[in-house]
């Protein structure tokens, strides 16, 4: 079965660093994008950037250029999603997704829950 | 960037009725289009993508039409699974994907 797994529910506090994991398996991992998507609550969807895992060839949408880091390490075929300093604003559910031969995203992980409170 | 204005924004339909879902794309996108449905407290799911063909498993009464910047989703005979959020996205401009805000489908 073709599988995003992403990693669980994060609590943070603000300025704190945060990398969230999606993990893919049933495919060739390094074959296909992998791209990261915001929602805020109650809101709708926000692509944020999406990596080549194969040589890890990156583009953010310039809404998240520097506010965000997206990596790969297809050893063990998971892409992450990174912050240094997160916000209150950063307080979301974020989604990895991959890229199909189709060129949408066809495959879904579950989401984590990114909260950032003080 | 390409700005996609879904509407409307709520839609109340009756099961058993049809639904039809608009899109529009600030510029052209070809036929480079996709529709997800969210349900609450779920991942999306892809529906539709090239505009008009249904992805692996999705049932015949959803289809899609457009090109250009003008976009419909239609669902034939709503059954009561199907009420959630429908967004549309363009890819048509590599890297910068961009999605419609959604339509809330709700039941009549």
């Known amino acids: 079965e073709v599988q995003l797994v992403q990693s669980g529910a994060e609590v943070k506090k603000p300025g704190e660093s945060l990398k969230i994991s999606c993990k893919g398996s049933?495919?060739?991992?390094?074959?296909?994008?992998i791209g990261w998507v915001r929602q805020m609550p109650g809101k709708g969807l926000e692509w944020m950037g999406i990596?080549?895992?194969?040589?890890?060839?990156?583009r953010y949408s310039p809404s998240f250029q520097g506010q965000v880091t997206i990596s790969a390490d297809k050893s063990i075929s998971t892409a992450y999603l990174q912050w240094s300093s997160l916000k209150a604003s950063d307080t979301a559910m974020y989604y990895c997704?991959?890229?199909?031969?189709?060129?949408?995203?066809?495959?879904w992980g579950q989401g984590t829950m990114v909260t950032v409170s003080s | 960037e390409i700005v996609m204005t879904q509407s409307p924004a709520t839609l109340s339909v009756s099961p058993g009725e049809r639904a039809t879902l608009s899109c529009r794309a600030s510029?052209?996108?070809?036929?480079?289009l996709a529709w997800y449905q969210q349900k609450p407290g779920q991942a999306p799911r892809l529906l539709i993508y090239?505009?008009?063909t249904r992805a692996t498993g999705i049932p015949a009464r959803f289809s899609g039409s457009g090109s250009g910047t003008e976009f419909t989703l239609t669902i034939s005979s709503l059954q009561s699974e199907d009420f959630a959020v429908y967004y549309c996205?363009?890819?048509?401009?590599?890297?910068?994907?961009?999605f419609g805000q959604g339509t809330k489908l709700e039941i009549k």
């Open positions: 996205q363009q890819y048509n401009n590599w890297p910068l994907y961009t």
């Open positions: 990596i080549y895992p194969g040589d890890s060839d990156t």
């Open positions: 510029q052209s996108v070809s036929s480079n």
């Open positions: 090239g505009a008009s």
């Open positions: 049933g495919y060739s991992f390094t074959s296909y994008w």
């Open positions: 997704a991959r890229h199909g031969a189709i060129d949408a995203f066809d495959i």
